[in-house]
């Protein structure tokens, strides 16, 4: 089991920028794939990016493509989400996620391939 603690989050103006850290910690935190989703209120959970265990490989969702970057830091245990040119709709709830079964090269994109979760942390972006 990996656990999941969130930071960075706040309140920014339209076309800034952003870093959200994921500090995770368990026995098996250094081999876990791990994942950024997002929920804003009303709608569905959305993927954001992912990335696998040695950073090799990352993914994004369309809506962020181009303008948000997942890297991670092993020796930290910690993965970030540095978030440039912020829109209203990005504003949303944040969530890191782990899959620590995953293959070296393997990045997911689904919620149900990830076992761990974090509480969150808010983004909010005004115009």
């Known amino acids: 089991q990996v656990q999941l603690v969130e930071s960075g989050g706040g309140l920014v103006q339209v076309g800034a920028s952003l870093r959200l850290a994921c500090a995770a910690s368990?026995?098996?935190?250094?081999?876990?794939?791990m994942g950024w989703f997002r929920q804003a209120p009303g709608k569905e959970r959305e993927f954001v990016a992912g990335i696998n265990r040695n950073g090799r490989f990352t993914d994004y969702g369309e809506s962020v493509k181009g303008r948000f970057t997942i890297s991670r830091d092993n020796a930290k245990n910690t993965v970030y989400l540095q978030m440039n040119s912020l829109k209203p709709e990005d504003t949303a709830v944040y969530h890191c996620?782990?899959?620590?079964?995953?293959?070296?090269?393997?990045?997911?994109?689904?919620?149900?391939?990830?076992?761990?979760w974090g509480q969150g942390t808010q983004v909010t972006v005004s115009s």
């Open positions: 996620a782990a899959n620590d079964r995953a293959i070296l090269s393997a990045v997911y994109l689904t919620a149900n391939q990830y076992y761990d």
């Open positions: 368990g026995r098996t935190s250094s081999r876990a794939a």
